[in-house]
């Protein structure tokens, strides 16, 4: 059996929606389930609710208290609070064990429903408030009590987090390891013949010890003992020492047993290992009950090759039980299997297997591949700016700052998705019709994408052809080309729109629909489609592929595309107000000596035209090969040094609005 569903009304963080419908449902995967959110997210209040109603194998006391009872935005605390375990995949044995409270879900199956209710009440004979906890089983409106040993049957393994694992598995009376050992079903019965065997054996052990005193030790005592009596006065022999080893039952014997690394100089991430190890030890040795482990924050004190090995025996262990883990690490979340992450966030649950989000197969292939700790940030943020590379990773942070919208302080993740497959990222936060089951649409969580236009300036063709003919297609000539090729009408031609200068390119692009550009009549329809241009047609084209961008990427309401005004990032800053200092970026990545830098500076500065200046900035770069990353990294540095003096400035300029739009959305300002 396995836990499927687990639903909750008004406790702690998660309130109840309208007609008693639940705070938050959330579905687990029957083996393994990794949580992950931002802080407060509601993670912790998940693993203990679970705690709450099933209990663990370790009988730690789980009270109930006044905070763990909703409080709304007025201040007002609920009175009650419930919480429901639904179990799927009963065996046959687990059938029988529980008959009496199981009850039949929409397919027939049979599947076991636990739900605790906890009330506040006034107790007037000791005159406090006091806390009423009921746990019961069964189909809703005709529950009953759930006895405490099928109680037993559901406990969970739990492991917190930031433990003393050293403590843990030291002898003494708390010995957490003798607890793990007293339970394990070769101890666990009064007739075993482990615990007779174990308990025998130790005591034999005490009377060859008592047998080896004797002479040393004992017969030597008695004659210094006989010399404290008057003699007569008592019956000396009454007073004589005796070594009498103390019969000692199983749990005692097992609390002097230490647990450790054969290597004596261990560490705590060993010692993390080690009682994780004995933990599921436990776990493993059952063959019916809830086989569920609890594990929270499991990155703490384990380095990330240790985490990797850990998920993926839970993720191979298919058969022995199910894990619910929480987690604040991204090596975790990339290494985990999407169909395993659960994404909490406004108080929901956003399950990211296949059945939940409108990611395809394809899709799922392709982030298994490319979804790494970097990128897997997406998963605690309050919102996400995707971008295609490097300059805009490196200076978002920065330009952010310029507008007083420091992403780090609102929670906003930047994710470099190193080119424009945003169509592959984007229905992760896209939700599919089951989660109405879940009483949510959609994800809210505010997503950015930030992608260049990629259509070259109107000063890029003057300079390069020396003239402004070349072949310019539009969206009214592909119909007409589409006549002449005898194409059907459905045929998708819109990717061919644009500018070519040169026939080759235009002839390439046709190759890539499966036509034979080398023909006669392709000769004759690029004469026709040739004509002179005008920085308008190029606008015109900017124009249409910013529409086309923003409906081929906002794909829900959650989603706001920002598109360059121009050809690129890059270009958009050397248009703006921070071309002063991209100029002296892009020396310094370029030139050791100043004398060179100063020339190059004032070169581009005798251009009187802004847009030629621009353009023969930016063609510096690409001419050059001066690497991106490293300019935008100057780039960075030189606004942060120069902060106070162009925040004004840039934070109305056209060129770098589309940006700080993307800011804005993700940061819900």
């Known amino acids: 059996m396995y836990l499927s569903r687990l639903k909750i009304w008004n406790y702690r963080k998660f309130s109840q929606h309208e007609n008693n419908t639940p705070g938050i449902i959330v579905p687990f995967h029957r083996n393994f389930n990794l949580l992950v959110g931002e802080n407060d997210s509601g993670k912790t209040a998940i693993i203990d609710a679970i705690k709450i109603v099933l209990g663990t194998t370790s009988s730690e006391s789980i009270s109930i208290d006044e905070d763990d009872f909703f409080i709304d935005e007025n201040g007002n605390r609920s009175s009650t609070f419930s919480i429901e375990c639904l179990f799927k995949g009963l065996s046959s044995r687990e059938k029988g064990l529980f008959l009496e409270w199981l009850t039949f879900n929409e397919d027939g199956s049979l599947e076991l429903r636990v739900i605790l209710n906890a009330e506040k009440t006034y107790d007037f004979s000791k005159k406090k408030q006091i806390i009423n906890k009921t746990i019961k089983a069964g189909t809703v409106g005709s529950e009953k009590t759930l006895d405490n040993e099928a109680r037993i049957l559901l406990n969970t393994t739990y492991l917190k987090p930031l433990r003393d694992a050293d403590n843990e598995l030291r002898s ?72 009498t080893p103390k019969k000692m039952e199983l749990l005692e014997i097992l609390r002097k047993l230490d647990l450790s690394i054969s290597e004596p100089s261990s560490g705590l991430g060993s010692s993390n290992l080690l009682f994780i190890a004995a933990e599921l030890l436990l776990l493993n040795t059952r063959d019916f009950g809830a086989n569920l482990a609890l594990i929270e924050e499991i990155e703490s004190h384990i380095h990330p090759q240790a985490q990797l090995r850990l998920i993926e025996y839970f993720t191979n262990d298919q058969e022995l039980g199910q894990y619910i883990l929480t987690t604040h690490s991204t090596v975790l979340a990339a290494s985990t299997h999407l169909e395993h992450i659960t994404l909490l966030h406004d108080n929901k649950a956003f399950p990211m297997g296949e059945d939940w989000t409108k990611l395809t197969s394809e899709d799922y292939a392709f982030l298994e591949r490319f979804l790494d700790a970097t990128k897997s940030n997406l998963f605690f943020a309050t919102g996400v700016i995707l971008v295609e590379g490097d300059a805009e990773n490196l200076l978002l942070p920065t330009l952010s700052r310029a507008i007083n919208k420091p992403l780090h302080k609102y929670g906003v993740s930047i994710v470099n998705i190193g080119s424009t497959a945003f169509n592959r990222y984007l229905p992760i936060f896209q939700r599919s019709e089951k989660n109405s089951e879940l009483n949510i649409n959609q994800l809210t969580l505010p997503v950015s994408v930030i992608t260049d236009v990629d259509i070259k300036p109107y000063e890029y063709y003057v300079e390069e052809t020396q003239a402004q003919n070349a072949i310019v297609l539009s969206e009214e000539k592909i119909s007409s080309i589409k006549e002449t090729l005898e194409l ?53 084209l900017i124009d249409r592929k910013i529409t086309k961008l923003k409906d081929k990427y906002n794909t829900s309401e959650n989603v706001y595309v920002s598109v360059s005004p121009t050809w690129s990032l890059e270009h958009c800053i050397a248009m703006s107000n921070l071309q002063p200092l991209l100029m002296e970026s892009i020396v310094q990545v370029h030139y050791k000596s100043d004398r060179y830098r100063h020339m190059k500076i004032e070169e581009w500065n005798d251009i009187e035209d802004h847009g030629l200046r621009a353009y023969k900035i930016y063609k510096f770069m690409l001419d050059q090969k001066v690497s991106k990353a490293m300019v935008a990294q100057f780039l960075a540095t030189k606004i942060n040094e120069n902060m106070s003096e162009i925040s004004s400035n840039i934070r109305d300029d056209s060129y770098l609005n589309y940006i700080f739009q993307s800011i804005y959305h993700t940061t819900n300002s």
């Open 172 to 243: 003494g009376r708390q010995s957490r390891f003798a607890q793990i050992l007293k339970n394990l079903e070769e101890f666990n019965q009064d007739d075993s013949e482990a615990k007779d065997r174990v308990e025998s054996a130790f005591n034999e052990a005490n009377d060859v010890l008592e047998q080896f005193l004797k002479e040393p030790v004992i017969d030597k005592m008695k004659e210094i003992v006989k010399d404290f009596f008057i003699e007569g006065a008592v019956d000396r022999e009454e007073y004589l020492p005796k070594a």
């Open 488 to 540: 059907e009408d459905n045929f998708d031609f819109t990717s061919l729109i644009g500018i070519y200068d040169k026939e080759r390119d235009f002839k390439d692009k046709l190759m890539t629909y499966g036509i034979d550009p080398n023909t006669c009549i392709i000769n004759s329809i690029i004469e026709d489609i040739k004509q002179d241009f005008n920085e308008q047609d190029i606008q015109n």
